[in-house]
């Protein structure tokens, strides 16, 4: 499928690890030129240079998306670099707290998961739409989960903060018509962070009791959204979950043959 992203300009937040960094690598693989915005240097440097070991386009900017003034100067220093973007892709977020009610979360704890997985993105959008409006396959894919739809035990700051990812999403489509703004919603991810959170190293992933997709895997919904191929999909939500939230909770009945 030709996806028409040959040298256009494409932001990655979160870009050093995990769904950011296998974003980036499939924007690069379909001749896109990439920014990576993160506040993780030495491995947002190691995929600048696995990108550009294979013949890619890429430059790392460091950034804290928590920060108006570092976007900002992200922001402009991607557009000096290679030009004003066609494409963001939102990755940059954590978990935050798991295994904690409310009543024991702090408002520390609370506030990191809201400003990194919703204020981030407010700030992101804030500093790129101006220069996505001017383009001509102008998108934005924002990383919610399926936690923007279903809570998880233990994980509430982050269930709340997931669920203002895809209502954000929407209200950027309706706000700014002339890009498109997607979410998509993936369960569980194989990327550091989950395996730091969930304690699971390759065995783990491997005989986990719930189904794991690679980042790669979720790369390729990514690149999907953020392409001309999807250009009928505005303000949607694409969920990639092996089909779970499509669940009844009702206790599954045997049916006879008669």
């Known amino acids: 499928m030709e996806l028409y992203l040959r040298n256009r300009i494409a932001v990655v937040t979160g870009g050093a690890s995990g769904i950011g960094a296998a974003s980036a690598r499939a924007l690069s693989r379909e001749g896109a030129q990439v920014a990576i915005l993160d506040r993780d240097r030495e491995r947002g440097t190691r995929v600048v240079s696995d990108i550009t070991g294979r013949g890619g386009r890429a430059i790392y900017v460091e950034t804290d998306v928590t920060d108006e003034e570092s976007v900002s100067r992200g922001?402009?220093?991607?557009?000096?670099?290679?030009?004003?973007?066609?494409?963001?892709v939102c990755s940059a977020g954590v978990s935050g707290p798991v295994g904690k009610r409310v009543t024991e979360t702090s408002r520390p704890e609370w506030d990191q998961v809201l400003s990194v997985n919703v204020t981030g993105m407010f700030l992101v959008a804030k500093h790129c739409l101006s220069y996505l409006e001017?383009?001509?396959?102008?998108?934005?894919?924002l990383i919610g989960s399926d936690a923007s739809f279903v809570a998880f035990k233990g994980m509430t700051?982050?269930?709340a903060?997931?669920?203002?990812v895809l209502m954000f999403a929407k209200g950027l489509s309706v706000d700014h018509p002339a890009v498109r703004v997607n979410?998509?919603?993936?369960?569980?991810?194989?990327?550091?962070?989950v395996r730091r959170d969930l304690s699971l190293d390759d065995d783990g992933i491997r005989n986990a009791a719930m189904p794991i997709m690679s980042a790669d895997q979720l790369a390729g919904h990514v690149l999907?959204?953020?392409?001309?191929?999807?250009a009928p999909?505005?303000?949607?939500a694409l969920v990639v979950d092996f089909g779970f939230t499509a669940r009844a909770a009702f206790p599954e009945l045997e049916f006879g043959s008669s």
Do not use: Q, R
């Open 157 to 159: 700051p982050y269930c």
């Open 75 to 88: 922001v402009g220093e991607t557009v000096t670099a290679l030009g004003a973007p066609d494409m963001v």
């Open 183 to 193: 979410c998509i919603c993936p369960s569980v991810v194989d990327t550091p962070m």
């Open 161 to 164: 903060s997931k669920g203002a």
């Open 134 to 141: 001017n383009s001509p396959i102008a998108t934005m894919v």
């Open 224 to 230: 999907f959204l953020a392409s001309p191929a999807s």
């Open 233 to 236: 999909m505005n303000g949607a």
